[in-house]
Each structure stands twice: as structure tokens, then as C-alpha cells.
């Protein structure tokens, strides 16, 4: 009976143990599912931002117009005279 | 009474119908009770063997309870790792809300970047179509003052040209006109030559005025030496009658002689009047010439004054020239190339000026030569002017001489009549008379000649005077035009000069012009060359920055891979935890084993 009664207890017990686990890992599953959400963002975010290839071809454009002005300014005055 | 038939025949049926479902209600409950009585057994049976497992299940409770035991044991060690997990997931959490701060910040870096990189460009793009703009711009005015300047530099070289062909004209004129007073000199001193030899006449001239002056005086004294023998004689006459009438009759004759003469003299006189007029017409002539000069005057002052106006426009023009420069851009070497014409045509200028300055000494040569002659011609009128006073003493003597010859006829009018009131004349007095009047018609007749060499001389000196007024007139002529030549010519070279002091000056602002705009242009290359080394540094900044945050990316990418790898650790940890929870205890994991695959 002690037996029975300290297994029941123990039931009882293992019973909440179970359901607090059970709620814990429910919990700790819907942390784990924000988490890989929140990851996913992430890793979705960064592979957009290193491969946004607006900067480079915004960097290219201006290098590109950069070194087409400063031919414009280069040129002196003297070709200018020949033309 | 149907209808209570109908109503009891009803009722009846509804009795019947009563008892049938009674019947069958008693039939169906007996078999239910039936059924019953053979489930009850059945169920005793199987309470039987419920008991049995009951017992069966007794023990396995048992043997599940020491499982339970170490399934709680587990449990324990599962919320462990649960603790550990939240404690995880919280850190994971804590670097994920890291993280997207971060990946916001690069996110608003990288939008700055791009804008400001787009302002660059946009920049460099702005900067590109102003030089592109400023160039050709430049060009076309460049083009086009080249154009200007090299029609500025043709009209120039025609002008230099014209002037050059002008110059030339001047100098032929100039020689022309110095042979010209070569001729007037030589003529000069032809003149000069007359003039002495008519003082030399005039001298000759006046000698034999004195001489016969002195004639005359003692033609006086013995004219009253005769009439003291005449009256001496007067008792004589009267036996001379007749002689007398031979007298008075040669006497006529002689009368009549002289009257010719003075006919002759009248004549003369007349020829006088005749040249006078020729003179004066000579002289209308001359002022018609005179006025014919002063149109001619006239005509070249309007030349003068269409060459004034020529002279505005031009410097209206060149003014123009002068703002349409004030506004352009100056060249460098083509303008230097210019200056160096300029620097030729200011050497062939000043080689002009130098000949200019030649002429000019020439022409003052020119002038004190002009003066000379200007005072040679005026001692010339002063001779003239004496010889015209001479001229006037020798018409008043010759008055003089035509009223003493009036005079000697009224006294030989006077003689007469006493000749004829005394009538007695003396017969040894016929050869004194006849001498005297021998004498007396001898020097007569040297009167006569030497009036008609006076009238000669007069004559010539005349016409040496209308010459020499000719001369004179022609000089004066030559040297007014030569004045005004000379005038208009300094005026010319005055001109000319300003021309080219003007000339000199706008080149001069030209090349300062010239220098402010190289000045300017070295200025705004500066500017521009430090824009770039500016915008050069801002761009390293940047492309520093942007390195910099490709870094920061690397490692976040670096700590986001680590991160996730450690996630797959533990989720693999974790699986592998379920698993083994599925395998032993499957009703208590029942939960767990439907969450799981969720």
C-alpha cells in the first residue's frame, strides 16, 4: 500500500513532471520554430544583403563616371585650342 | 351515429393495434432478457478473464513503475538539458536581436552608401556636361573670335597695305613737289637775278633823270639868258617882220610837231590805259583763279572732312572691334604669333614712323625753306612794292616833266606874243636862235628818247612786275597748297600714329586680357584638380568604409555560420534525445512523439 501509495504518489508526480515536460519542450519547441524562423530571416537577410548587387554596380557606375570626368577635366585647354 | 361507430370502430383498432405492440414489446423484452441472461455470462467470462489480466497487468504496472523510475530520472536529466536549451535559446535570441540591430545598421549604411555614391555620380555626371558644355563653348567662341581676329588681322594688313600704297603716293608727291621747289627756287633766283639787274637799270635810269634834270636847269638858265637878249633884242624886231613870219612859221611847224607828239604821248597814254585794263582784267582773271583756288580750298576741306568722317568710322569700328574683344577669351600662341606680327608691323610702324619723322624733318627743312622764300617773298614784295613807289616817281615825274613841258609851251606862247608885240627881232641874233632852238630840239628829241626809254623801262619793269606778280602768285599758290599739305599731312600722321598708339594699346589690353584669363583658367584648373583630390580622399574614405564593412559582413556571416552550426549541433543532440525517448517509453512519449514531428 506504501508502495502503491508513495507509486501513485510518484505517479502523480511523474504525471506533472511529464505534463511540465511536456509543456516545457511545447514551449521550448515553439522558441526552437521562432528561433529557426528568425534564423531562416537571417541567413535570408544576409545572403540578400551580400548579394545585393546594387552597391557594386553603384560603386562601378561612379567609378566609371568618376573616370570619365576626370578625362573631361584632364584634357587642357591647349587641346581644346587645337580643336 | 356513424361517427361514434366511426369513433368506436377507431378506438378498437387502436386497442388492437395496443395490444399487438404490447405483444411485441413482451416478445422483444424476453429476448432482451434473454440476451441479457447470455451476455451476463458472457461478461462474467470475461470479468474472469479481466481478472487475469488484471494480474498479468499488475505485474508489468510493476515492472513499469521501475521504469518510471528511471524514465523520471531521465526526465529530470531532459529538463536539464530543457534548462539548458531555454538558456541557449535565450542567448541565441539575445544575438539574433544583436544581430538584426546590426544587419539594420548595414542596412541604413548601405542605403546611405548608395545614396551618396548616387550623389557622386550624379556629381561627376553634372561636372562632366559643364566642362563637356564649357568646352565647346569655348570652342565655338575660340572659332569664332580666331575668325574675327583673322578678319580683324586681314583688314589690318589691307589697311597697312592702302597705307603703305598712300605713303608711297605722299612720297612721290613729296618728291614732285620738291622738284617743284626746285623750279620756284630756280625761278627765285631768276627773279632775284632781274631784280638786281633792274636796279641796275633803275640806277642808270635815275642818273639819267639827274642828267637831265641838270640839262634842264641850265635849258632854264640859258632860256633866261634868251630872254634878256630877246629883250635886249626887242628894239630889233621890228625889221625882222618877215623873218619873224619864216619864224612863226617854222614855228608852227615845230607845233605842229610837238602835237604830233603829243598825240603820240595821248597814244602812249591811251596803250597805258589799254594795259591797265589789260592789267585789271589780268587781275580779274587772277581772282577768278583766286576763287577758283579758294573752291578748290573748299573741295579739299570737304576731302579733309570726308576723311574726318572716314577717320570716326573707323574708330567707330575699331571701338566696336575694341568691345566685341572686351567680351571673348583671349588666345595664347596664336595672339603671340600675333604679337609678333604686331611686334613686325610695330617694327615696320616704327621704321615707318622713323621715315615718317624723316619726312617730317623734310618737311621742316621743307618749311624754314618755305619760310626763306616766304621772307624772300616778301622782301620781294618790299622790292616790288619800292619798285611800284619808283614806278609812282616816275609817273610823277613824268607829270612833272609833262607839266614843264606845258609849261615851256606857254612860254613859248608868252615867247610869241612877244615876238609878236616886239615883232623886231635881231638878224644877229637868227644864229643864236637857230642854235638855241637847234639845242632846244636836240635835247627834245633826248627828252623824247629818254621818255620812251623811261616809257620802255616802264614798259618792261611792267612786265617784269606782272611777271613777277605771276611768280609771286604761283608761289603763293604752291605754298598754300604746300601749307596745307603740310597741315593736312601732320594731321595724317597724327592720325596714323593714333592708330597705332591705339593699335598698340589694344594689343597691350589684349595681352592682359590674355594673362587674366590664363590667370583665370590656371585658377579654375587649381579649383578643379583640388575638387578631385578632395573627392579622390572622400572616395578612399568610402571605399575604406565599404572595406571596413565587408569585414564587419565576413564576420558576421562568420559568426551567423558558427551560430548555425551550433544549432544543427544541438538539434541533432536534441533528435537524437527524442529518439532515444521514443524507443523506450512509447505511451508516456506519446505526447512528446506528437509534438516532436510537429
Known amino acids: 500500500m506504501a508502495e502503491s501509495e508513495s507509486q501513485e504518489g510518484n505517479y502523480y508526480n511523474w504525471g506533472k513532471m511529464v505534463e511540465n515536460i511536456k509543456t516545457d519542450m511545447e514551449e521550448l519547441l515553439e522558441e526552437m520554430e521562432k528561433l529557426t524562423v528568425r534564423a531562416t530571416w537571417m541567413t535570408f537577410d544576409y545572403t540578400a544583403i551580400q548579394t545585393n548587387p546594387d552597391l557594386s554596380n553603384a560603386m562601378q557606375h561612379s567609378e566609371d563616371v568618376f573616370l570619365m570626368c576626370k578625362e573631361q577635366m584632364e584634357k587642357k585647354w591647349q587641346e581644346v585650342l587645337l580643336e | ?598
Open chain 2, 1 to 598: 351515429m356513424n361517427e361514434l361507430f366511426s369513433k368506436l370502430y377507431k378506438e378498437a383498432e387502436k386497442i388492437k393495434q395496443w395490444k399487438l405492440t404490447v405483444e411485441t414489446e413482451l416478445n422483444q423484452k424476453e429476448r432482451k432478457l434473454q440476451e441479457n441472461k447470455k451476455t451476463i455470462e458472457a461478461q462474467n467470462k470475461a470479468i474472469q478473464e479481466l481478472q487475469f489480466e488484471n494480474e498479468n497487468l499488475h505485474l508489468k504496472l510493476e515492472d513499469e513503475i521501475c521504469e518510471n523510475k528511471d524514465l523520471l530520472k531521465e526526465a529530470a536529466a531532459s529538463r536539464h538539458l530543457c534548462n539548458l536549451l531555454k538558456e541557449t535559446c535565450t542567448r541565441f535570441t539575445e544575438k539574433t536581436s544583436k544581430h538584426e540591430q546590426e544587419k539594420a545598421e548595414t542596412i541604413q549604411l548601405y542605403e546611405e552608401l548608395h545614396s551618396n555614391i548616387e550623389r557622386m555620380t550624379a556629381a561627376f555626371e553634372e561636372l562632366r556636361v559643364q566642362a563637356e558644355n564649357d568646352r565647346s563653348e569655348m570652342s565655338f567662341k575660340l572659332k569664332e573670335e580666331a575668325e574675327k581676329v583673322d578678319k580683324f588681322e586681314k583688314e589690318c594688313k589691307l589697311e597697312v597695305s592702302q597705307k603703305e600704297k598712300q605713303i608711297s603716293a605722299l612720297t612721290i608727291e613729296r618728291d614732285e613737289k620738291d622738284d617743284v621747289i626746285k623750279d620756284i627756287k630756280a625761278q627765285l633766283q631768276t627773279s632775284q637775278n632781274k631784280i638786281a639787274d633792274l636796279m641796275e637799270a633803275k640806277l642808270h635810269h635815275e642818273e639819267m633823270l639827274k642828267e637831265s634834270q641838270v640839262s634842264k636847269e641850265h635849258l632854264r638858265a640859258e632860256l633866261e639868258e634868251a630872254k634878256m637878249s630877246l629883250q635886249k633884242a626887242e628894239v630889233t624886231q621890228k625889221n625882222l617882220e618877215t623873218e619873224l613870219q619864216t619864224r612863226v612859221k617854222t614855228l608852227i611847224q615845230v607845233t605842229g610837231e610837238k602835237e604830233e607828239q603829243e598825240e603820240e604821248c595821248k597814244k602812249m597814254k591811251a596803250l597805258l590805259a589799254a594795259l591797265t585794263e589789260e592789267f585789271e582784267t589780268s587781275v580779274a582773271n587772277l581772282k577768278s583763279l583766286l576763287q577758283e583756288e579758294q573752291n578748290r580750298l573748299k573741295k579739299y576741306e570737304d576731302d579733309s572732312k570726308l576723311l574726318t568722317l572716314e577717320l570716326q568710322k573707323k574708330s567707330a569700328e575699331l571701338e566696336e572691334m575694341t568691345k566685341v574683344k572686351c567680351d571673348k577669351e583671349v588666345q595664347l600662341e596664336e595672339l603671340s604669333e600675333t604679337l609678333k606680327e604686331f611686334q613686325d608691323l610695330k617694327a615696320q610702324l616704327t621704321s615707318t614712323a622713323e621715315k615718317e619723322q624723316d619726312y617730317l624733318k623734310q618737311l621742316v627743312t621743307l618749311k624754314t625753306d618755305l619760310e626763306q622764300e616766304a621772307l624772300r617773298n616778301e622782301q620781294l614784295t618790299v622790292y616790288l612794292s619800292k619798285l611800284s613807289l619808283e614806278k609812282e616817281q616816275t609817273a610823277q615825274e613824268k607829270n612833272a616833266v609833262a607839266a614843264e613841258v606845258k609849261k615851256l609851251q606857254e612860254q613859248q606862247e608868252d615867247s610869241k606874243k612877244k615876238e609878236e608885240n616886239t615883232k623886231q627881232l635881231v638878224e644877229n641874233l637868227e644864229e643864236a636862235n637857230s642854235q638855241l632852238r637847234n639845242e632846244l630840239e636836240s635835247l627834245k628829241q633826248k627828252m623824247a628818247k629818254t621818255g620812251e626809254e623811261m616809257r620802255s623801262a616802264l614798259d618792261e619793269r611792267e612786265e617784269n612786275m606782272n611777271n613777277l606778280k605771276k611768280q609771286v602768285e604761283n608761289k603763293t599758290k604752291c605754298i598754300e597748297e604746300l601749307q596745307q599739305e603740310n597741315k593736312v599731312l601732320p594731321k595724317k600722321l597724327t592720325a596714323e600714329s593714333k592708330k597705332s598708339n591705339t593699335y598698340e594699346g589694344k594689343v597691350n589690353k589684349l595681352q592682359i586680357e590674355m594673362e587674366k584669363m590664363n590667370k583665370q583658367h590656371k585658377e579654375a584648373a587649381d579649383i578643379y584638380q583640388k575638387d578631385i583630390e578632395t573627392r579622390k580622399g572622400n572616395e578612399n574614405k568610402l571605399r575604406e568604409e565599404v572595406e571596413k564593412m565587408r569585414l564587419l559582413c565576413d564576420e558576421t556571416a562568420m559568426i551567423q555560420r558558427q551560430t548555425d552550426a551550433r544549432c544543427q549541433h544541438k538539434i541533432t543532440e536534441m533528435m537524437a534525445l527524442m529518439e532515444k525517448h521514443k524507443g523506450r517509453d512509447f505511451p508516456a512519449c506519446c505526447g512528446l512523439q506528437c509534438v516532436i514531428p510537429c
